[in-house]
């Protein structure tokens, strides 16, 4: 499992498409066995999921993402959970896999003309 959580300041950026770096934490048996930080390609639409899945993502938590990006996520084959709260990478990885981060939707506060984290 390869789980990808924008950031922002070293904690989730709710702005997925306008953060800094996105931190890429390998999961073997339940343990984070690696974790890089990297930088994305300059924000347009499609570029960031596209990018993402190509590192060998599974699985991406956010705090809010326009429909058009899951949409792509979806296609290549990656769970998307949103509505994550403003944490570390390990706690939100350590969270996800206990099974006590729930999809909650988009936390994101502005207007992504009407778009919400959905199913």
Request: charged share 20%.
């Given at each position: 499992m390869?789980?990808?959580i924008p ?9 997925f ?5 996105f931190a ?11 974790q890089?930080?990297?930088t994305?390609?300059?924000?347009a639409?499609g570029v960031i999921?596209n990018?993402?899945?190509d ?5 991406i938590?956010v705090g809010?993402m326009g429909?058009a990006?899951?949409?792509i996520?979806?296609q290549r ?6 509505g994550a709260?403003?944490d570390?990478p390990?706690n939100l990885?350590a ?6 981060l ?9 207007d992504?003309?009407?778009?919400t984290?959905?199913?």
């Amino acid at each position: 499992m390869k789980i990808a959580i924008p950031l922002a300041g070293g904690k989730l950026c709710v702005h997925f498409g306008h953060c800094q770096q996105f931190a890429i934490l390998t999961v073997e048996d339940g343990k984070i066995t690696e974790q890089k930080k990297l930088t994305p390609p300059p924000h347009a639409p499609g570029v960031i999921p596209n990018w993402v899945a190509d590192q060998g993502c599974t699985d991406i938590l956010v705090g809010g993402m326009g429909e058009a990006a899951q949409a792509i996520f979806r296609q290549r084959g990656i769970k998307v959970l949103c509505g994550a709260p403003s944490d570390t990478p390990e706690n939100l990885v350590a969270s996800y896999l206990h099974g006590e981060l729930a999809d909650g939707g988009n936390a994101c506060d502005h207007d992504h003309e009407g778009h919400t984290c959905g199913h």
